[in-house]
């Protein structure tokens, strides 16, 4: 049994393309925060309307300093909601789905590339 024939080749760099997908572009992400700008920023801790997005993969949801969240976001993160990939992903897609009671107002981006490459910006700005 051969395991790297032609047809093996072509589905790991099939299964690598999507994986690079997945993980998103930074300057598209760029793009697709000036929809977040409006009450966010991620290139330098202070809050606005919302909360600073910088540092936020690691974070445990409602508890960056001097902004006053919604009950329900302190509840998540009580419960134990931190950002990470899949959690951010989720809320950017829904965020009152994810977090009912939220009181951001945004309805969630519905292409997942757009999810990936805003991902992809805001890690920037992340330690993790």
């Not at 006053?68 to 951010?88: F, H, P, R």
């Not at 292409?111 to 490459?117: A, E, G, W």
Request: charged share 20%; net charge positive.
């Amino acid at each position: 049994m051969r395991f790297c024939g032609p047809l093996s080749i072509g589905i790991i760099l099939c299964m690598a393309g999507s994986a690079v997908a997945q993980e998103g572009n930074a300057t598209a992400g760029e793009t697709v925060f000036k929809k977040c700008a409006v009450c966010h920023v991620a290139d330098k801790d202070t809050n606005k309307v919302g909360p600073s997005l910088h540092g936020v993969f690691g974070r445990t949801a409602g508890t960056h300093p001097d902004y006053k969240y919604s009950t329900a976001m302190i509840d998540a993160g009580k419960g134990g909601l931190v950002w990470d990939e899949t959690t951010l992903r989720d809320y950017l897609h829904n965020p009152k789905a994810k977090v009912k009671g939220t009181k951001m107002v945004f309805p969630g981006l519905k292409d997942d590339s757009d999810i990936s490459n805003l991902l992809a910006y805001l890690k920037q700005y992340s330690p993790q």
